[in-house]
């Protein structure tokens, strides 16, 4: 028995319909009830995450279609002594300081 492909645009308006409705409850939170706009988001990403992962049965999904070697370390290695992670900040900051220093 072959599996049914489910309706790309319902999937879509739900996902739609779902965002919105995250959107309105936070929107409620932090305007209606005062509550800080960060600790509202950090609420609904773990109320969120749960069904989340019950929904995928507690495994990863991802599709990666480039090297995923190559995002690994990024996140991961090392180069010249120094973490990557750290390596990307320096070489971030140090882009972001020139944009603002030429543009107006």
Not at 32 to 57: E, H, I, K, R, Y
């Amino acid at each position: 028995m072959r599996a049914r492909k489910r309706s790309s645009s319902k999937s879509h308006a739900a996902a739609v319909g779902t965002v919105l409705l995250v959107w309105a409850f936070n929107g409620a939170m932090i305007a209606d009830l005062d509550f800080p706009p960060f600790m509202v988001t950090l609420g609904m990403l773990s109320m969120a995450q749960n069904p989340a992962m019950v929904a995928s049965n507690h495994t990863v999904v991802f599709q990666l279609s480039f090297d995923y070697d190559r995002l690994l370390a990024l996140g991961g290695g090392w180069f010249l002594g120094t973490a990557n992670p750290v390596l990307t900040m320096v070489v971030l900051a140090l882009l972001t300081g020139f944009v603002l220093r030429i543009k107006p």
